[in-house]
């Protein structure tokens, strides 16, 4: 199982759509998205800016998207966006790093946010478990139909770990475009994290893609891990500038 989720483009907030440059990049983002191979679905939010962004790939694959509204971006209270916090409101609840605890601490107990935080953790669980994903009580995968692995059928004494993997079966590949709250959100719930850590210590930027694998090294269990996160070489090899927005620092400039 491959996921894949795809930040909108540099964002016109007040109109919720693309501004010219975000046009620009979801143009260079297509062309990316247009070589890849076998994916399984397509998902997208609900809200412009994701749907201006995905728009351009849809087209290039000749696919169309499935919309929920649990993968627009949402707020803790009166719009207040819960990963903006202050670093002495951050770094002073230490209850904001437990994976269990966040949602009832300080100001992320004020408002909705734990709803709307399980309405994205129930959404996610209920794609993955259409392919046979279905989460245990112990946080990790249990797959319903196991494919033959070469990490657990025929392991490398000492490292279990097979390095050619030219032999591995077509892997079911979910997209999805939609926001940097909620990507963290889905991000930190499939690896066992708090998603403040994430909301507050990591960026990624317009158009970017983030991709995480099941790893399968026994059978019929799985636990997701990051292979990259907040990639933009269509942006770089497209000589168009990596945006800044929704980052309190300028990005680096190569």
């Not at 909705?112 to 245990?136: E, F, H, P, S, W």
């Not at 709250?181 to 909301?199: E, H």
């Not at 269990?221 to 269509?234: I, K, M, P, S, Y």
């Amino acid at each position: 199982m491959r996921i894949i989720f795809i930040r909108h483009g540099d964002p016109d907030y007040k109109n919720d759509g693309l501004t010219p440059k975000g046009q620009r990049e979801a143009a260079l983002l297509a062309k990316r998205v247009a070589q890849w191979k076998d994916i399984t679905q397509i998902y997208q939010s609900p809200l412009g800016r994701a749907q201006a962004t995905a728009a351009p790939s849809l087209q290039a694959l000749g696919r169309e998207a499935i919309t929920y509204d649990w993968l627009q971006e949402f707020h803790n209270n009166k719009n207040k966006i819960c990963w903006d916090l202050l670093p002495e409101e951050f770094f002073n609840n230490t209850k904001y790093f437990d994976k269990d605890e966040w949602a009832d601490s300080g100001l992320m107990k004020k408002g909705k946010v734990k709803q709307y935080y399980k309405t994205v953790c129930d959404g996610i669980d209920g794609i993955l478990a259409q392919y046979g994903y279905t989460r245990n009580k112990q946080g990790f995968y249990d797959v319903a139909a196991p494919v033959p692995n070469r990490n657990w059928s025929d392991p490398v004494y000492k490292y279990h770990l097979q390095a050619i993997k030219d032999e591995y079966p077509k892997e079911t590949t979910l997209v999805f475009f939609c926001h940097l709250g909620v990507i963290f959100a889905m991000l930190a719930y499939l690896t066992g994290l708090s998603p403040m850590q994430l909301w507050q210590g990591f960026y990624i930027a317009p158009t970017s893609i983030t991709i995480l694998n099941s790893e399968e090294r026994i059978a019929g269990q799985a636990c997701f891990r990051v292979e990259r996160l907040g990639d933009t070489n269509h942006l770089t090899n497209g000589g168009e500038p990596i945006s800044s927005s929704g980052y309190f620092a300028e990005v680096f400039r190569e």
